[in-house]
C-alpha cells in the first residue's frame, strides 16, 4: 500500500507543481504524444505542427462516439482542458471534463476562460477520480478519455464506472498506449515512468476484457502506433530531451514491446 501511494503521489507531483504541459514536448497546453499525418523528413517539425498532432487525436478518439448536436459526454482526466474545449466546440457538445488534480483544474479554468464564458454552459470541469466518478447512473451519452488511463492502477473499476454513467446506446472511446497481448516486453528498462510505476504498461486485452466484464458489446482495439511513434521521435529529437530516455518509446515501439491503441465499446 505504501508503494502505491508513492506511486500516486509522483503521478500528482507531476501534474501538479511540475505542470508536466509546460515542457516542450509538448505544446498548446496539451499533454499527448499526437496522432500525425505525413510530414516531410527533410526539416525540422513546426510547433504548430507538435500541437495539430495533439488535437488530432481528439478529434480521432471523439469521433467513435454519437456526436449529434447537443450530446452530453464526459471526459476522464481532462487536465488542463484545452482538448475538452476542442471537443464542445468543434462537435457542438455538452462535455465535463473530470480530474483529480485541482492544480489542474486551476489551470483549466485560466486556459478556457473565453470558452467556458463563450460556450453557455457547454463545458464544465470538475474533480474527482475516474474510479469513482461523481455523477449519477445514466448522465452521458459519451464516456472518452485521451492518454490519461496509463496513470489509472484500477481499469476494471474505471470500466465500471464509465458503464454506470452512459445511458443506453452511449459509447465509450479512450486512447493510450498498451502492450500487444501475449508479449513479454522489457519495457520498465527502457522508460523512466514506467520503471517508477507513473506509467501502467498492461496488455491491450487486459482492458478489452475489463470493459465486457462490466458489461460493454463490441470492444475493440485498434492500433494507431503507425500515426504516433516515429513522429512523435522525431518532435523529441529537436528538443532539450533528444538525448533522453523518451526517445526509447519508438524502439519499444519497432520491437513490438508497446503500441499505442484506441478502445471502443457500446
Known amino acids: 500500500m505504501e508503494q502505491e501511494i508513492d506511486v500516486q503521489a509522483m503521478r500528482d507531483q507531476m501534474y501538479g507543481e511540475l505542470d508536466l504541459g509546460s515542457l516542450t514536448i509538448f505544446s498548446g497546453s496539451f499533454i499527448n504524444y499526437g496522432y500525425w499525418g505525413d510530414l516531410a523528413a ?12 495533439q488535437a488530432e487525436l481528439y478529434r480521432r478518439v471523439v469521433s467513435r462516439l454519437p456526436t449529434p448536436p447537443g450530446v452530453e459526454l ?3 482526466g481532462s487536465g488542463i482542458g484545452v482538448g475538452t474545449a476542442l471537443v464542445a466546440r468543434e462537435f457542438a457538445a455538452y ?6 488534480s485541482a492544480a489542474q483544474l486551476a489551470r483549466a479554468a485560466e486556459a478556457n476562460a473565453d470558452d467556458l464564458e463563450r460556450l453557455s454552459g457547454r463545458l ?7 474510479t469513482e466518478i461523481p455523477f449519477k447512473d445514466d448522465s452521458f451519452d459519451g464516456v472518452y478519455s485521451v492518454e ?11 470500466a465500471r464506472e464509465a458503464r454506470r454513467v452512459l445511458r443506453p446506446g452511449g459509447r465509450f472511446a479512450a486512447a493510450t498506449f498498451f502492450a500487444p497481448d501475449d508479449t513479454d ?29 462490466a458489461g460493454f458489446k463490441d470492444v475493440a482495439a485498434e492500433p494507431i502506433g503507425e500515426h504516433v511513434w516515429r513522429q512523435f521521435d522525431r518532435w523529441v529529437a529537436q528538443t532539450e530531451y533528444r538525448d533522453s530516455w523518451g526517445r526509447n518509446w519508438l524502439r ?8 499505442y491503441y484506441v478502445l471502443t465499446a457500446a
Open 42 to 53: 527533410d526539416r525540422d517539425i513546426t510547433l504548430a505542427e507538435r500541437t495539430a498532432s
Open 185 to 213: 516486453t522489457p519495457v520498465a528498462d527502457l522508460i523512466e515512468t514506467v520503471a517508477s510505476g507513473v506509467d501502467v504498461v498492461r496488455p491491450v486485452g487486459a482492458f478489452a476484457a475489463d470493459l465486457e466484464a
Open 95 to 100: 462535455v465535463s471534463g473530470l480530474d483529480r
Open 252 to 259: 519499444c515501439y519497432e520491437n513490438g514491446w508497446i503500441d
Open 148 to 158: 490519461a488511463l496509463q496513470h489509472v492502477d484500477d481499469l476494471a473499476a474505471v
Open 74 to 76: 464526459l471526459e476522464l
Open 124 to 130: 464544465s470541469f470538475h474533480e474527482g477520480s475516474v
